[in-house]
């Protein structure tokens, strides 16, 4: 069991992490506020002091405590650390994503609020836009009772109280829900900002811009320091990662990594060694989302004074990935040419087809991978480099995925979008999808064939001998996913070939057809009947039916007209949702590919 302690944004953002794995967990926060849909947890209010938290751990049978409250909440922080370490736990901390320490420039930085006051008395400042919140009215009183000061606060009667006991006016309290910063600077004109640092989830950014753009300065309150013990993660992946670990068993299946950020750790871990910087056992990585995750590297050692190479073993955690367990290798090497070039490794693909946004006779690493290495790289080092990536067995590995359709020869692809594999994940296929379609719009297929698997695919391209291999894509279970797909990028024509059993699922509206998600419904079938005119004897073969398929020989010819040809219908009205229908044709198969001609 978890404990989760919360009340922020963070606190959501764990919510989601912890429903997502289906087990029970607590969910505590110190008032009762904030509305929050735990699906799967129990949301308890009232702060609680170290006695008090260590009996409900004791009693619920807490296994990890997760901090996700306010960064400034320093009582709770160092209650969590003391039960943490009397009740020999572990303790995750979310924090909130901080600018680096070279994009913060600019800012008059303050130890705590008594500090506040005195850097602003010294300097003059005598009107001043609090953006601190309620809970600090009174660590600055020292300052307001002499000067112009307006406080922004929730609008809310708890919040109104607070600042009416602590005897401030009513006049100049401001709410979020009336003006941005920008709007409130333009209308109160102070001469300072002060806010304290409150992370990318806070606002910071947004205050900052905005003094800047008012032209006054940006006086801001530090973080206090958090007590030690904590595992820091900052954000829902590093959350994920950090309870599959220290609780195993609350996920049913473990995640894992891309092989764009073992790539990524890789050249990273390369490049460090190269310059002479120790790497550890573990490589931090920046992911697309913003947070700073790390991966083990297993062997990192220089060539020779020019380049180094390092290696990453992919964990797909339970996703069922083929290049789960391969090495994934980076060679990283001086360049006399400026700037960073990714060049193809053995294992790793060549692309031979425009429509992927590589380049024709590169290697086939993917936009957000080739980032991500970019962005670590290029923090580490100015000057020109060559990267090369190689996967153990990627040649032989391809032969299994969408490569060889897609125009990748001689190995795998580098991809990933959020460096994250999601185990028995969609968005790798539907990914797939996408990419099909664009090499189809790249080789000037004009209609894309659509279809369930390799056996449907063989009889339509029997049907249309005259298309390009590209031009036909397979859809698995996701019909909704890749009719959007040929929308977005707007395919002129789609035919879409489908068997009778998913058939029968895409006529009732389900356009993810997976059994795990719909079965075959004959009470639906039987109502398709009744609209279509069959006879009785068309609703007692439902009856009988164990498999959609069985619907081929179990109506007689003028039930199986009337019935098949009011499925199709059904079949476009589900598919008009998302692509147009009249560019749209869908043929019904038999398991022999013959297709059904509804009557004219």
């Given at each position: 069991m978890i404990l989760i302690l919360g009340g922020t944004t963070e606190g959501r953002l764990a919510v989601r992490v912890a429903d997502a794995a289906g087990s029970p967990y607590w969910y505590s926060t110190r008032g009762d506020l904030q509305q929050i849909d735990c699906k799967h947890g129990t949301h308890i209010s009232g702060a609680m002091d170290e006695p008090a938290m260590s009996a409900f751990c004791q009693e619920h049978g807490i296994r990890l405590l997760v901090d996700a409250a306010h960064p400034f909440a320093t009582e709770l922080h160092r209650t969590v650390a003391a039960v943490a370490e009397s009740l020999d736990l572990p303790a995750v901390r979310v924090e909130r994503i901080y600018e680096m320490p070279g994009q913060a420039g600019g800012i008059r930085w303050c130890d705590d609020y008594a500090d506040a006051v005195l850097r602003l008395e010294a300097d003059g400042i005598t009107r001043l836009l609090a953006l601190t919140g309620v809970q600090t009215i009174g660590k600055l009183r020292d300052y307001w009772s002499k000067h112009d000061c307006w406080f922004r606060i929730l609008h809310r009667d708890e919040s109104l109280e607070k600042a009416r006991q602590q005897g401030f006016d009513p006049a100049r309290l401001m709410y979020y829900e009336e003006d941005d910063e920008a709007a409130l600077i333009a209308r109160l004109r102070p001469q300072a900002i002060l806010t304290k640092e409150s992370g990318e989830s806070g606002?910071?950014?947004?205050?900052?811009?905005a003094a800047r753009g008012a032209g006054i300065p940006l006086y801001a309150v530090r973080r206090p320091a958090l007590p030690s013990g904590f595992e820091v993660v900052t954000g829902e992946h590093g959350l994920r990662k950090a309870i599959e670990r220290l609780v195993p068993g609350f996920f049913p299946l473990r995640s894992g990594f891309t092989t764009g950020a073992c790539a990524t750790a890789a050249s990273k871990a390369a490049l460090m060694a190269l310059l002479g910087q120790e790497t550890g056992e573990t490589v931090g990585v920046l992911f697309p989302d913003g947070e700073r995750l790390f991966l083990p590297v297993t062997e990192v050692r220089c060539l020779d004074a020019r380049s180094a190479i390092a290696t990453v073993i992919k964990d797909a955690g339970d996703d069922p990935d083929i290049t789960n367990g391969r090495a994934i290798v980076s060679t990283v090497a001086f360049s006399d040419k400026p700037g960073i070039?990714?060049?193809?490794?053995?294992?790793?693909?060549?692309?031979?087809?425009p429509g992927l946004g590589l380049p024709i006779g590169g290697p086939a690493i993917n936009r957000v991978p080739q980032q991500m290495i970019s962005q670590e790289l290029s923090?580490?080092?100015?000057?020109?480099?060559?990267?090369?990536?190689?996967?153990?067995?990627?040649r032989e590995l391809a032969q299994r995925t969408f490569n060889p359709k897609l125009g990748i020869v001689d190995g795998i692809s580098i991809i990933g979008t959020s460096g994250i594999v999601r185990p028995f994940s969609n968005e790798a296929f539907v990914d797939a999808i996408r990419r099909e379609v664009e090499v189809a719009i790249a080789v000037g297929a004009q209609q894309l064939v659509i279809n369930s698997g390799a056996k449907s695919e063989a009889f339509l391209?029997?049907?249309?001998?005259?298309?390009?291999?590209?031009?036909?894509?397979?859809?698995?279970?996701?019909?909704?996913?890749?009719?959007?797909?040929a929308s977005d990028l707007h395919v002129p024509r789609v035919t879409m070939g489908i068997m009778l059993g998913k058939a029968v699922k895409l006529a009732e509206g389900h356009l993810d057809t997976h059994s795990k998600s719909v079965v075959m419904n004959k009470a639906f079938l039987k109502e398709v009947v009744l609209g279509a005119g069959c006879s009785p004897a068309a609703a007692e073969a439902i009856d009988r039916l164990t498999l959609a398929r069985e619907l081929w020989t179990a109506l007689a010819e003028d039930d199986a007209r009337r019935f098949f040809s009011a499925i199709l219908s059904r079949c476009y009205t589900a598919c008009a949702t998302v692509y147009d229908r009249a560019s749209l044709t869908i043929l019904l198969l038999d398991e022999f590919g013959a297709i059904f001609t509804p009557p004219a």
């Open positions: 606002g910071f950014s947004q205050k900052r811009a070039h990714f060049l193809q490794g053995e294992g790793v693909g060549r692309v031979t087809l923090a580490l080092y100015s000057g020109g480099l060559d990267v090369t990536v190689s996967v153990s067995g990627g391209k029997s049907r249309f001998p005259e298309l390009p291999p590209q031009a036909f894509v397979h859809y698995g279970n996701f019909i909704g996913e890749t009719l959007r797909i």
